[in-house]
């Protein structure tokens, strides 16, 4: 089983989690990693970086099936506008690769950590386990406790 920065922060604040390594290193879409956890897409968490105009990126989550509406997220934490940055922009921000950008593995690194409410309907959600071909399946309450986590309605 794979060990890193998140599997130790995970057992080091004793929270419940699964770990799931995934065949190969390529960067994966969430309908992909659903399939091969055999699990429902919707319940696969991507983690989206959004550039500000002014101040640390935004790390969204949101799940695997749907996509981040800027205005909304913008709108609800009070910028003006927001924006995507390219895959090399976002890796370059947060220091790891895409699909391997973990909220896990930027704790205390000044991110804002936003995410959607439809995890509220889930008692456990995927996210990645901050690099690539690692899954992480954990509580949602134990999620927002550990990161701090904004609710926002982001799609």
Known sequence: ????????????????YQ????????KRSAEE???LLGVPPEIVYKTIVVVRDKGKPIL???????EVNLKRLAAQLG???LRLPTQREAEAL???????????????KGF???LDHSAEQHATIHIS????????RLPVGDLVAVTGARWVEAT
């Open 112 to 114: 804002q950590i936003c």
């Open 94 to 108: 947060t220091g790891l690769q895409a699909g391997g950008i973990s909220p896990l593995a930027l704790l205390n």
């Open 33 to 35: 990693t659903a399939a």
């Open 60 to 66: 969204c989550m949101v799940p695997g099936t749907a």
């Open 19 to 26: 770990a799931y390594e995934l065949p190969g290193s390529d």
């Open 79 to 81: 910028e003006k506008k």
């Open 1 to 16: 089983m794979i060990k890193n920065n998140v599997t130790r922060l995970l057992d080091s604040r004793q929270i419940a």
């Open 129 to 136: 386990g901050g690099q690539r071909g690692l899954n992480v």
